[in-house]
């Protein structure tokens, strides 16, 4: 499969505890892209990576959130002292240029 | 980007052909038309997306006005397959920084009857 690939699919935790996820865009995509979705809402912009730079980070993505992207490849999200508001899906895409970008299937998180 | 006004929902039956609007009378002369679609629990998944031509590929054809301020996304055969979120989204093609992301609204939920 050469699609977008998230880890992992669902993550269950307990408020206060840090979560990471990982994110591996499609072979020589230079963009990639983190997005959260709630149940009922279209996908929300998090932050967005052209190479290895974070180029933009939307006011959604608290102090609690920081994510990289070291090498140009994958990419990382955490979210550290969860809270339950941060219960959503997590969404990952990449893209090359002027064509659309391509999502995984996401990371749904629970936080109890 | 642009903002796109969509209905919040409608049906079509299996086999015929599903027409999908989509508004966006502020687009840019820049801004291409993009259109993706999310089954339920799923990632949103690429269609299609065209500046001023109408397009087709195997997925769908998208017809977009003379005056760019309108499109219809059209599946030409729905199958039950096809019922799903669809998000009609504008956006520069190629920039960077804050025109590159895609800004979803909430979409048109498509129900396929059989």
């Known amino acids: 499969d050469t699609g977008v690939s998230q880890d992992p699919r669902h993550k269950i935790t307990k408020r206060g505890q840090n979560v990471t996820f990982r994110c591996d865009p499609i072979?020589?995509?230079?963009?990639l892209y983190w997005y959260r979705q709630t149940l009922g809402q279209g996908p929300e912009f998090l932050t967005y990576?052209?190479?290895?730079?974070?180029?933009?980070k939307s006011r959604l993505l608290s102090d609690r959130f920081s994510a990289e992207r070291p090498k140009g490849s994958f990419s990382t999200l955490e979210i550290q002292r969860t809270e339950q508001g941060d219960s959503a899906m997590y969404l990952c895409?990449?893209?090359?240029?002027?064509?659309?970008?391509?999502f995984g299937q996401g990371t749904r998180l629970t936080v109890v | 980007d642009a903002k796109t006004t969509q209905p919040p929902s409608m049906d079509c039956a299996e086999g015929r052909a599903a027409n999908l609007p989509c508004n966006h009378s502020?687009?840019?002369?820049?801004?291409?038309v993009y259109w993706y679609r999310q089954i339920h629990s799923q990632g949103p998944q690429y269609i299609i997306h065209?500046?001023?031509n109408n397009e087709t590929n195997e997925m769908a054809s998208l017809i977009i006005t003379e005056d760019r301020k309108s499109s219809t996304l059209i599946l030409p055969h729905a199958t039950l397959r096809d019922t799903a979120v669809y998000y009609c989204?504008?956006?520069?093609?190629?920039?960077?920084?804050?025109?590159?992301?895609?800004?979803f609204g909430k979409g048109i939920t498509l129900s396929v009857r059989p």
């Open positions: 895409a990449s893209s090359l240029g002027r064509e659309g970008a391509f």
């Open positions: 072979s020589e995509h230079n963009r």
């Open positions: 990576f052209q190479n290895e730079a974070q180029l933009e």
């Open positions: 502020t687009i840019s002369g820049n801004e291409y």
């Open positions: 065209g500046l001023k």
């Open positions: 989204i504008v956006r520069v093609a190629g920039g960077t920084g804050a025109n590159s992301k895609l800004t």
